[in-house]
């Protein structure tokens, strides 16, 4: 299993980013997909997550509204729109795959396999 995930950068407050978590050496569409983030000094948490067929999303209380999860089975790719960043947006982004299609909550550990992250800072 590889997730490369792609897309980071630096932006100021208010700007746009969008990730992208390319993945191969599984069935990319028999599995709910998630975002987390970790800032520095803090624990990895939740962003968001998408079902097999991206009827079923969750987000962090704190993204809701700002930042879109989707995902193509066609080329094995799960994306995270990000709007009006803010600084507290800052740290790694890192896509995971869930144990199974549905019904994957926001825990870490519903998840099995961990992308090598990409860096997420906002500032002016």
């Known amino acids: 299993v590889q997730l490369v995930e792609s897309g980071g950068g630096l932006v100021q407050p208010g700007g746009s980013l969008r990730l992208s978590c390319a993945a191969s050496g599984f069935t990319f569409s028999s599995y709910v997909m998630g975002w987390f983030r970790q800032a520095p000094g803090k624990e990895r948490e939740f962003v968001s997550n998408?079902?097999?067929?991206?009827?079923?999303?969750l987000y962090a209380d704190s993204v809701k509204g700002r930042f879109t999860i989707s995902r193509d089975n066609a080329k094995n790719t799960l994306y995270l729109q990000m709007n009006s960043l803010k600084p507290e947006d800052t740290g790694v982004y890192y896509c995971?795959?869930?144990?199974?299609?549905?019904?994957?909550?926001?825990?870490?550990?519903?998840?099995?396999?961990w992308g090598r992250g990409t860096q997420v800072t906002v500032s002016s």
């Open positions: 998408i079902d097999w067929i991206g009827i079923t999303i």
């Open positions: 995971a795959v869930g144990s199974r299609t549905r019904g994957v909550g926001r825990s870490l550990g519903e998840y099995t396999y």
